[in-house]
């Protein structure tokens, strides 16, 4: 059942640089999408949120722009940093559904100096 | 600032063995999730809780597996007879009332099954 997918394990950007995580999903129904950034051996920490009605969001040095026919989303980092190198995870909530969240596989981001 | 915190950060058990993860959620918090990650794999729900009742389940939810909240405050998974596959990390989430979406996660609890 692979309703959110991320199709890259990796990416690799130099520090200042823009950094574009796309995801792709199945199901229309989506409420909301989510990005969370993750560290090893540690939870997931919340970045940004786009709810379906919208197609872009920006907090700082975020954006999620949300393309509903293409059933696509992408993160923006600029200027990406040290400091952003980590896992990004993808997530997509139905809030009929208990309000369960569903991620992707991940997208290991590596911002070099 | 409010966190979810999960109990104990590493747990080490035998193959059959009876295991609870404990979690505290935030306190004006009214989802309550379980979701696991075996290393180098994607992060699964496992189950989704509100008004004291289980909403949601996976697959991976099956009858070795439980969910209570006890007393109000802790939120706790118990696996009643650990299988080498259990072996992953453990991750409880809350969530406030309907908004952005957002759900709030602990820093996991390992669980480690020889």
């Known amino acids: 059942d692979q309703q959110v997918k991320q199709n890259s394990p990796s990416l690799s950007v130099q520090e200042g640089r823009i950094s574009i995580l796309n995801c792709d999903y199945t199901?229309?129904?989506?409420?909301?999408f989510l990005w969370y950034k993750k560290y090893p051996a540690e939870g997931p920490t919340f970045l940004i949120s786009i709810s379906s009605i919208k197609d872009k969001n920006e907090d700082g040095r975020f954006t999620v722009f949300l393309n509903k026919s293409a059933k696509h989303l992408s993160l923006h980092i600029v200027p990406s940093q040290p400091g952003d190198s980590a896992v990004y995870f993808c997530?997509?909530?139905?809030?009929?559904?208990?309000?369960?969240?569903?991620f992707g596989e991940g997208t290991q981001l590596t911002v070099n100096p | 600032e409010p966190e979810v915190t999960q109990t104990p950060s590493h747990q080490v058990t035998q193959m059959g063995q009876e295991v609870i993860l404990r979690c505290v959620p935030i306190s004006n918090h009214l989802y309550f999730y379980w979701y696991r990650q075996i290393l180098g794999q994607k992060v699964e729900f496992l189950v989704s809780f509100y008004n004291n009742e289980i909403s949601e389940k996976s697959e991976i939810f099956d009858d070795q597996f439980s969910v209570e909240r006890p007393d109000g405050s802790n939120f706790t998974l118990k696996i009643r007879s650990t299988k080498l596959e259990d072996s992953a990390m453990y991750f409880c989430a809350s969530r406030g009332l309907v908004g952005t979406g957002e759900l709030f996660f602990g820093e996991g609890s390992r669980l480690t099954v020889l």
């Open positions: 199901n229309s129904m989506f409420d909301y």
């Open positions: 997530a997509a909530l139905l809030e009929t559904s208990g309000s369960r969240l569903t």
